[in-house]
């Protein structure tokens, strides 16, 4: 499957409310639309991870991460500007996202994904992608998948 023909298969997964195992910025990732709780949730059943702990969301660009943060910290800018590596950090106040993913201090991590298929696929659906390693709650996460 060619790298538009993957982007095409899994934009439209998540679209429809699915979940999907995809190569992020990190680790391979269990990923679905941060926006969709019903999808969040399956996310959670998945990886049989208590919804009291949080997961992370990936977002194409600043541009978005600003439209889905209340305010973002001037510092949180140079961070994303001078981090070499995929950093996440932890904003107060998220909008737009699914409930369930929102912290209970109202915080939620954020990374502006540095890898091109997770830029584009979150271009592609309009918003932030739920990121998590592809693994079982406290088990090892995987290197890869054959």
Request: hydrophobic content about 40%.
């Amino acid at each position: 499957m060619s790298f538009q023909e993957a982007l095409k298969k899994s934009a439209e997964i998540l679209k429809q409310g699915g979940v999907i195992l995809y190569p992020t910025d990190t680790v391979w990732g269990i990923g679905c639309d941060a926006k969709n709780e019903a999808a969040v949730e399956k996310v959670f059943a998945l990886k049989k991870r208590a919804d009291t702990k949080s997961m992370l969301c990936l977002v194409a660009n600043v541009a978005m991460l600003e439209r889905h943060i209340a305010q973002v910290p001037e510092a949180a800018y140079d961070i994303i500007d001078l981090s070499e590596k995929p950093t996440t950090i932890i904003f107060d106040q998220p909008i737009g996202v699914a409930k369930n993913l929102i912290g209970p201090d109202n915080s939620l991590g954020i990374r502006v994904a540095k890898d091109k298929f997770c830029s584009y696929l979150s271009q592609n659906i309009k918003g932030p992608l739920v990121s998590t390693s592809a693994n079982l709650a406290g088990q090892p996460t995987p290197k890869n998948f054959q």
